[in-house]
Nanobody, 117 residues
Framework: QVHVVESGGGLVQPGGSLRLSCAAS????????MSWYRQAPGKERELVAA????????NYADSVKGRFAISRDNAKNTAFLQMNSLKPEDTAVYYC??????????WGQGTQVTVSS
């Protein structure tokens, strides 16, 4: 049975940091690319960052470049999103996605990140 579970969200002040984790099971994690998406109230879900299956390639939305870092530990079947210099506009539900091709896509349930003073 496939499980993708995000954790690490919460309330943080502007300028603060959070580290999100995405724990996966039920599939061969090391063969899947991993992505983080976010969805703010009233807005569409958007891609934040992605990392290749081996971790050798990453890409980021322009809005988070230089502030966020995606990584993964294939030995622990976990992906991470380090978020620094957080802004109120980063407030959203953050989702983890595991994907290999169009036929194999697994989403987590999301974790709330709120940036507010």
């Amino acid at each position: 049975q496939v499980h993708v579970v995000e954790s690490g969200g919460g309330l943080v002040q502007p300028g603060g940091s959070l580290r999100l984790s995405c724990a996966a099971s039920g599939f061969t994690f090391s063969t899947y690319a991993m992505s983080w998406y976010r969805q703010a109230p009233g807005k569409e879900r958007e891609l934040v960052a992605a990392i290749s299956s081996a971790g050798s390639s990453t890409n980021y939305a322009d809005s988070v470049k230089g502030r966020f870092a995606i990584s993964r530990d294939n030995a622990k079947n976990t992906a991470f999103l380090q978020m620094n210099s957080l802004k109120p506009e980063d407030t959203a539900v953050y989702y983890c996605k595991a994907h290999r091709d169009a036929s194999y896509v697994y989403w987590g349930q999301g974790t709330q990140v709120t940036v507010s003073s």
